[in-house]
């Protein structure tokens, strides 16, 4: 599909085991790059062979730069970020603990800055490198009782844009994708949660434009033209992929 | 009444007489100003003290120069125009005529540089002017079946910004006000196709932050603090006040 677009390119993914990860990293292969590909586990059964694996940990405040490290030892190098690890704790502000907060901004937040700022000296002495961060629709908008995801991904629009700014000039070209509802595991323990879970499904799916709801390859595939040449002159961009969504308002009257 | 926060101003209300434009015009006369209430249906609805009724058709240049002119005669100045007359067409495009079409954009749009481009010579002689244009939650995200409306809110929005930059340095301030769901006879129509009204009422006052839909008056207060000097550095800016319904994502029924 993208055959050789990333040709050459030497791609570092977070959380690459299962989900949107996964679906980058199988993309970022089939488009030419050298994959390595990180998560908490053991190295998946059916994770291509020749995509490298690290277990690590990335609310691990020291895991970051050593993950980097490994990244550039093992690919020869690194020409592609994406911080696609992510933790989703379901409160409202009231509900939160502390353990929470470090939780969801040590994973969200601080181990995407600590990736990014391992990354940025490679890049630099490179010529160049592409980050692309996997933000949210909830940083833009609220999703009730989210309340440290939706601000964690906040937190990452906002870096995105501060990075590309920053450090533009050393060739480096900073991005986020914002998925809505991708149906992954994540999405569909949000459906478990419900009464009906059946009915609730129906419900959030009277309410895509697109008449279905995302797959992981829908990010995949965003990130794929992000990291590569024909996103050259797209940097600091949070780009919204959630079927049309959020393109409708909240009150959907046709949905009641 | 002359320590009222638009004291001494003149203020022109298209859709003087509709749901929003009544509340409007009522708390402008409240708040000390000389108030000239447009509508198409002219001097039929009452007036409170204060305001004038005027039958303005704003989609007719004619009329929209002789009502100036006329206000020109009458005094030196204007200091606020409030763009509040508007429709809506409850269909998708492949459903909405040619002259449908026309005509919303008649009203919503073309209504609205009309009266401001003959009120400009009026409203530069203020000195320090205000025009309140209405957009409405719709110019930014789409509800479904109303694709014209939703269209001519967004034109309304560039012309809000096009308007504040050619005419800032004049003195004249332009805003747009970008209600939600506000409580209308508007509004009613759009619930009725719906059946069960009470319930779909409910339904809608629980996606809301706020638990509640908008009243007119909610609006009159942000229009009122818009048109008044407090807001005297406020301008080419889209304020939307809709209880909160657009800070969210999609509602799900879970």
């Not at chain 1, 292969?29 to 995509?51: I, Q, S």
């Not at chain 1, 509900?95 to 470090?102: C, E, G, I, R």
């Not at chain 2, 003149?10 to 209430?37: H, S």
């Not at chain 2, 719709?138 to 012309?159: E, M, N, R, S, W």
Request: include cysteine; charge should be negative; hydrophobic fraction near 45%.
């Amino acid at each position: 599909m993208h055959v050789g677009v990333l040709a050459g390119g030497k791609a570092l993914v977070t959380g690459g085991g299962r989900g949107i990860g996964r679906a980058v990293v199988e993309a970022y292969r089939d488009a030419g790059a050298a994959v390595m590909t990180c998560g908490r586990g053991a190295r998946p059964d059916d994770l291509p062979e020749d995509v490298a694996w690290a277990q690590a940990d990335v609310s691990d405040p020291r895991a970051c730069e050593a993950l980097v490290a490994a990244a550039v030892a093992r690919l020869g190098g690194l020409s592609i970020l994406v911080n696609n690890a992510g933790v989703q704790v379901e409160k409202t502000v009231a509900d939160s603990t502390d353990a929470d907060w470090d939780l969801v901004m040590g994973v969200n937040a601080r181990a995407v800055f600590q990736m990014c700022r391992a990354a940025l000296p490679v890049f630099r002495q490179a010529g160049g490198g592409a980050i692309v961060n996997i933000g949210s629709i909830s940083g833009d908008l609220a999703d009730p009782s989210m309340a440290l995801y939706n601000a964690s991904k906040a937190f990452v629009h906002g870096l995105t844009r501060s990075i590309a700014v920053d450090h533009g000039a050393d060739g480096v070209r900073c991005n986020a994708i914002c998925p809505g509802w991708i149906l992954t595991e994540m999405a569909d323990a949000a459906f478990a949660l419900a009464r009906d879970p059946e009915a609730a499904k129906a419900d959030a799916l009277k309410r895509h434009a697109a008449g279905r709801f995302g797959r992981p390859e829908d990010v995949a595939r965003a990130a794929v033209w992000l990291a590569g040449p024909d996103a050259d002159f797209v940097t600091g961009r949070c780009i919204t992929v959630d079927g049309g969504l959020t393109a409708a308002s909240p009150l959907n009257p046709g949905v009641f | 009444m002359s320590d009222g926060r638009l004291a001494g101003k003149r203020a022109v209300v298209t859709g003087g007489c509709g749901g929003i434009g009544t509340a409007i015009c009522a708390r402008f006369a409240r708040e000390g100003a000389t108030v000239v209430a447009c509508d198409v249906a002219g001097t039929d609805a009452p007036a409170p003290g204060g305001v004038t009724v005027a039958r303005l058709d704003v989609t007719d240049e004619d009329a929209v120069a002789a009502l100036f002119a006329s206000l020109a005669e009458e005094g030196p100045a204007l200091d606020i125009l409030v763009n509040a007359a508007g429709i809506e067409i409850e269909k998708t495009i492949e459903e909405t005529t040619l002259e449908e079409w026309n005509r919303i954009f008649a009203i919503n749009v073309t209504g609205m540089f009309l009266t401001a481009k003959h009120a400009l010579p009026l409203l530069r002689r203020a000195g320090e002017a205000s025009v309140v244009n209405f957009g409405s939650y719709d110019g930014f995200i789409a509800d479904p079946g109303l694709a014209a409306y939703c269209a001519t809110k967004g034109a309304v929005h560039a012309l809000t910004r096009a308007m504040a930059c050619d005419h800032g340095p004049e003195g004249i301030r332009v805003n747009a006000v970008c209600p939600g769901y506000i409580d209308t006879p508007m509004l009613q129509s759009f619930f009725q196709d719906a059946g069960d009204i009470e319930s779909l009422q409910q339904a809608v006052r629980d996606v809301h932050p706020m638990r509640r839909y908008g009243t007119p008056e909610d609006i009159a207060n942000l229009v009122t603090w818009l048109a008044s000097d407090e807001a005297r550095y406020a301008s080419g800016q889209l304020w939307v006040l809709d209880g909160g319904l657009s800070a969210q994502v999609q509602q799900m029924r879970l």
